[in-house]
């Protein structure tokens, strides 16, 4: 069974710091390129960041530069994303994807809800 299960997110205050994680299983997460997107209420699903399968190629959204790391451990299945500097318009449900050629796979989402 195919699983992508996101946990690290809550509550955290301006300025403050989290570490998404990603778990993989069911599919040989290795050979995945592997995104985070996020969705605020009221709007669309946004492309937050992408690291390839050997951790060469990683791209960020504009938005996000300088504050989010995204990385993996391919020998634990799993993918990261660091969040430093958090600001309240970086409240949203992040999403985990997991995508080769036509492939792809999605976790179910965990909150991220940054306020004072």
């Known amino acids: 069974q195919v699983q992508l299960v996101e946990s690290g997110g809550g509550l955290v205050q301006p300025g403050g710091s989290l570490r998404l994680s990603c778990a993989a299983s069911?599919?040989?997460?290795?050979?995945?390129?592997m995104s985070w997107y996020r969705q605020a209420p009221g709007k669309e699903r946004e492309f937050v960041a992408s690291i390839g399968s050997g951790s060469v190629f990683i791209n960020y959204a504009d938005s996000v530069k300088g504050r989010f790391t995204i990385s993996r451990d391919n020998a634990k299945n799993t993918g990261f994303l660091q969040m430093n500097s958090l600001k309240p318009e970086d409240t949203a449900l992040y999403y985990c994807?997991?995508?080769?050629?036509?492939?792809?796979?999605w976790g179910q989402g965990i909150q991220v809800t940054v306020s004072s």
């Open positions: 069911g599919f040989t997460f290795s050979i995945y390129g």
């Open positions: 994807n997991a995508r080769r050629f036509e492939s792809q796979y």
